[in-house]
């Protein structure tokens, strides 16, 4: 994400539906780890769970500068213990 436009979060406090859950569960499965993107979108995943304290482990990986706003981002989501999607404005 480059720029430096100020981002905001917009949060959706709608909980994910039982075919959300299943659908992110199964979705971590596929993801490789190995893979800095497929990471990044494992930790989302895990936070959008409930799974805080995976996700924040999964964050302290090494990163390339291109995802440290996500995951900056990401950490406040984690920190704050809110599992609701949450939609990045520039």
Same mark, same amino acid.
């Given at each position: 994400?480059?720029?430096?436009s100020?981002?905001?979060?917009?949060?959706?406090?709608?909980?994910?539906?039982? /075919?959300?859950?299943?659908?992110?569960?199964?979705?971590? @499965? %596929?993801?490789? !780890?190995?893979? &800095? $993107?497929?990471?990044l979108?494992?930790?989302e995943?895990?936070? /959008?769970?409930?799974?805080?304290?995976?996700?924040?482990? @999964? %964050?302290?990986? !090494?990163?390339s &500068? $291109?995802y440290?706003?996500?995951?900056?981002?990401?950490?406040?989501?984690?920190?704050a213990?809110?599992p609701?999607?949450?939609e990045?404005?520039?």
């Amino acid at each position: 994400m480059a720029g430096k436009s100020s981002k905001k979060i917009s949060n959706n406090k709608k909980p994910l539906s039982i /075919e959300e859950v299943t659908n992110l569960k199964r979705l971590s @499965l %596929l993801l490789d !780890p190995l893979n &800095e $993107n497929q990471l990044l979108m494992l930790a989302e995943a895990k936070r /959008e769970l409930g799974e805080f304290k995976e996700a924040s482990i @999964l %964050l302290q990986e !090494p990163f390339s &500068e $291109n995802y440290i706003q996500s995951i900056s981002l990401i950490q406040k989501l984690v920190k704050a213990r809110n599992p609701f999607v949450a939609e990045i404005r520039s």
